[in-house]
């Protein structure tokens, strides 16, 4: 049980495009979502959180118009990066509260890596 | 605010010998601990956590860690290395404000197992 998804695992995409992640609960309804970027050999850094139905909570210095986040369902949450250029290459992971799940606990997709030519 | 310090952002051991990894953390109130691994290209899976009571936590594969609120650390243990534990170990912190309690990740530690 607690299982995360993402989609896609890879992309590659021109500069100037934007790119859509999904991130999805399978067997449990999220309350939460967040979405860290991980750059290589370093830790994670949060940079949204976003409940069900309700507009995400960016952290400073993350630019909401050009991380788009959207949390439609308790089961799905999206990551669009607008615009996209090299140095938003990156891996993007989320990760998903249960709703009445244990304190504190989240639960991580496998990750989406991105690379922008 | 919340923060975390992993010392060593490398470790290398022997399989059989004892790996333990340090975590120190900042936080004004006793905060949630967590200890998370990840292997290369996956995301993170939760190796175990400490929100109360007992203070020795015990997780998956072996591993365990202890919280010392004098010493403000969470250092990961575990007796004998497996070659299957090389991977990446990330130590947390989560406040416990109800709400969305963010976890505040250390730097990481690449743990390595010579054969």
Not at chain 1, 18 to 27: A, T
Not at chain 1, 46 to 57: Q, R, W
Not at chain 2, 66 to 72: A, N, R, V
């Amino acid at each position: 049980g607690a299982v995360v998804s993402q989609h896609p695992s890879r992309v590659i995409c021109k500069s100037g495009t934007s790119v859509k992640i999904e991130c999805r609960s399978l067997d449990f309804q999220a309350t939460t979502m967040f979405w860290y970027r991980q750059f290589p050999k370093q830790s994670l850094m949060l940079m949204a959180t976003s409940n069900e139905g309700s507009k995400a909570t960016y952290e400073q210095g993350v630019e909401k118009d050009k991380f788009l986040i959207n949390h439609a369902s308790l089961t799905l949450s999206t990551l669009t990066v607008t615009s996209a250029h090299p140095e938003d290459s990156s891996f993007y992971i989320c990760s998903a509260r249960a709703r009445g799940g244990d304190l504190g606990v989240q639960f991580f997709g496998p990750g989406t890596r991105l690379t922008v030519l | 605010a919340q923060s975390v310090t992993q010392l060593g952002s490398h470790v290398s051991v022997s399989e059989g010998a004892l790996v333990l990894l340090r975590c120190n953390y900042s936080s004004s109130v006793p905060p949630y601990l967590f200890w998370y691994v990840q292997y290369p290209n996956q995301g993170l899976q939760l190796l175990l956590k400490y929100t109360t009571g007992a203070t020795l936590v015990k997780g998956i594969n072996g591993f365990e860690a202890e919280f010392k609120k004098s010493e403000t650390s969470f250092h990961l243990t575990k007796p004998s290395a497996h070659m299957s534990d090389a991977a990446e170990y990330f130590c947390a912190v989560s406040d416990r404000v109800q709400g969305a309690q963010k976890l505040v990740f250390g730097q990481g530690t690449r743990l390595t197992i010579n054969p």
